[in-house]
């Protein structure tokens, strides 16, 4: 496992905002605490799975068991990487290949993976992204989407996930949307989201695509007349073949976590 030589080193890998999401006043405050071994770059949620690959020590130099199974999964996607054809996965997981890389979008992002398995893109690639990705680029069917939307419930082991992910995810999104007041026109502006004609009575509805082909609805109905107000997350009947639950509920309580990060940034 690679050290820092000094407090700079971490700094450079940082987005420099002074966001605080780490628990520090600023970036350069958490950069001298991970190099004196007080805390751990997996604490900055903006950090490159490369980084926490590379450098994911705990504080006492001891990789947690987090940690552990996170980078001996990420060392198997890669080695599996090797041993797949991404020139030819390109046309069925809706991506394309150049300069012997994989492209796909994410949420209408670029995200490039190498034949080794290495990925690159303009965003930063945590954990919760990049998890689902190799799964996605490895394991999915590459299924026509069919337009049928269905509650995680509905779809293959859904029902395992669905109180996880009612909690973790649906209810989170809708405090969000509660309460940040631009919450969605900043999807549609910052991650290419569309408004789409309302379904199931909604009085906004909302196609995400943080993948090609898993495609998510958000529904959200305001307060009104006494009651209150209500979201909702919809999958096409064909993601249990593209991606599988357990790795949507990764993927989608990752961009939970990020919406509700935005809305503490960016307020009401």
């Excluded at 490159?48 to 068991?65: L, M, P």
């Excluded at 419930?153 to 973790?168: I, S, T, Y």
Aim: a negative charge; proline letters at 3%.
């Amino acid at each position: 496992m690679a050290q820092f030589n000094n407090a700079m080193e971490v700094f450079k890998l940082l987005l420099k905002n002074n966001c605080k999401d780490c628990g520090k006043p600023t970036c350069l405050a958490f950069a001298g605490a991970v190099f004196q071994g007080q805390a751990n770059v997996i604490e900055c949620p903006h950090i490159d799975s490369d980084v926490v690959s590379k450098y994911g020590t705990e504080k006492s130099n001891q990789i947690s068991e987090l940690e552990k199974e996170y980078i001996e999964q990420i060392s198997f996607y890669k080695s599996e990487v090797e041993k797949t054809d991404l020139e030819s996965k390109a046309e069925l997981l809706g991506g394309r290949f150049e300069k012997e890389k994989l492209i796909i979008k994410v949420m209408g992002k670029s995200i490039s993976m190498d034949k080794r398995g290495g990925l690159s893109s303009d965003i930063h690639i945590n954990p919760w992204l990049s998890i689902p990705f190799y799964e996605y680029v490895l394991n999915s069917k590459g299924l026509d989407l069919t337009s049928n939307w269905v509650p995680l419930r509905e779809l293959h082991l859904g029902n395992d996930w669905n109180n996880f992910f009612r909690h973790r995810c649906e209810k989170t999104l809708k405090r969000v949307a509660d309460s940040y007041t631009n919450f969605f026109e900043d999807i549609i502006e910052l991650f290419q989201g569309k408004r789409v004609e309302n379904h199931y009575d909604s009085d906004i509805s909302l196609r995400l695509l943080p993948l090609p082909k898993v495609p998510i609805l958000i529904c959200y109905n305001e307060p009104e007349d006494g009651l209150g107000s209500d979201l909702n997350l919809f999958f096409d009947d064909t993601t249990s073949e593209n991606l599988g639950v357990e790795f949507l509920y990764r993927l989608v309580t990752g961009i939970s976590v990020m919406f509700e990060k935005l809305s503490r940034t960016h307020g009401g």
